[in-house]
């Protein structure tokens, strides 16, 4: 029997489909030196929330990519570009609201504030109550001596 090792490369080979690799950017503009001043061409190295694309999607090989990275990193250190982006979108569909939820965490948070409150006034009693109490321990300990 073929072990998955041997499977997987089989199914690999069988597949007829040949992928194009993506020629770099690089390559394309003919670009000799990678300046981590050079903003512009490192943004086309980056996501739209500023996370460094991996060498697959940017068409980059081993050299390009360490070259890319340092000079984003370098850049971000001097504050030319950003160590994170947020972006704002609107969710659609899948989650729904916190507020919209029927049970769960949303129903109990407004349960355990009245809760909460009744406890914090109950623990502020017991406080008191104890220092009376340790007030008659302490009176009681030194009529005793």
Same mark, same amino acid.
């Given at each position: 029997?073929a072990?998955? +090792? =041997?499977?997987?490369r089989?199914a690999r080979d069988?597949?007829?489909?040949?992928?194009? +690799? +993506?020629?770099? &950017?690089l390559?394309?503009d003919?670009?000799?030196f990678?300046?981590?001043?050079d903003v512009d /061409? /490192?943004?086309?190295?980056?996501?739209?929330r500023s996370?460094?694309? =991996?060498?697959? &999607?940017?068409g980059? #090989?081993l050299?390009?990519?360490?070259?890319?990275?340092n000079?984003?990193? &370098?850049?971000?250190e001097?504050?030319l /570009?950003p160590?994170?982006?947020r972006?704002a979108?609107t969710?659609?569909? %899948?989650?729904?609201d916190?507020d #919209?939820r029927g %049970?769960?965490?949303g129903?109990d948070?407004g349960d =355990?504030?009245?809760?909460?409150?009744?406890?914090?006034t109950?623990? %502020? #009693?017991?406080a008191a109550?104890e220092? &009376? #109490?340790? %007030?008659?321990?302490?009176?009681?300990?030194?009529?005793?001596?």
């Amino acid at each position: 029997m073929a072990s998955k +090792k =041997n499977k997987a490369r089989s199914a690999r080979d069988a597949n007829p489909r040949k992928f194009k +690799k +993506k020629t770099s &950017v690089l390559i394309i503009d003919k670009v000799e030196f990678i300046d981590y001043k050079d903003v512009d /061409l /490192l943004r086309r190295f980056m996501s739209d929330r500023s996370k460094i694309k =991996n060498r697959r &999607v940017a068409g980059n #090989d081993l050299q390009q990519q360490r070259e890319v990275a340092n000079a984003i990193k &370098v850049a971000r250190e001097m504050a030319l /570009l950003p160590y994170a982006t947020r972006v704002a979108s609107t969710r659609t569909g %899948g989650r729904r609201d916190r507020d #919209d939820r029927g %049970g769960g965490r949303g129903r109990d948070d407004g349960d =355990n504030k009245e809760n909460n409150s009744e406890e914090t006034t109950d623990t %502020g #009693d017991d406080a008191a109550d104890e220092s &009376v #109490d340790t %007030g008659d321990a302490v009176a009681s300990t030194e009529t005793e001596a």
